[in-house]
């Protein structure tokens, strides 16, 4: 069990950006996953994005594909979620998940919040004119 700091998030228009982070503590070692869920209220948590660090698979749920791109700061320890053209329908509290190691590929199967034991704070996104 060990938490994950993120940042970023706030409040946009409708088609704006924003970016969150998640920075990976170091003793966790060289490969992880990071998995980015989000959470809207009356909905269940809902698995976004996947990077994992040891074959650099990234993965995308079909609601945020090609508007979203994770990426990360090998230097930092740093996973980014860039959210471009967002919709009303993206707000919701976004989570971090961390997986160490990674357990292999990104993809939909990592989308499932009971596996993991390490998250971020959560950060609010909130997406309205």
């Known amino acids: 069990q060990e938490q994950l700091v993120q940042a970023g998030g706030g409040l946009v228009q409708p088609g704006g950006s924003l970016r969150v982070s998640c920075k990976v503590p170091?003793?966790?070692?060289?490969?992880?996953?990071i998995v980015w869920f989000r959470q809207a209220p009356g909905k269940e948590r809902e698995g976004i994005s996947c990077?994992?660090?040891?074959?650099?698979?990234?993965y995308y749920s079909d609601s945020v594909k090609g508007r979203f791109a994770i990426s990360r700061d090998k230097t930092k320890r740093t996973v980014y979620l860039q959210m471009d053209s967002l919709k009303p329908e993206d707000t919701a509290v976004y989570y971090c998940?961390?997986?160490?190691?990674?357990?292999?590929?990104?993809?939909?199967?990592?989308?499932?919040?009971?596996?993991?034991?390490?998250w971020g704070q959560g950060t609010q996104v909130t997406v309205s004119s």
């Open positions: 170091g003793h966790r070692g060289p490969n992880y996953a």
């Open positions: 990077l994992a660090t040891s074959d650099d698979s990234t």
């Open positions: 998940a961390g997986d160490f190691p990674d357990r292999g590929p990104c993809g939909s199967w990592y989308y499932d919040p009971s596996i993991f034991s390490s």
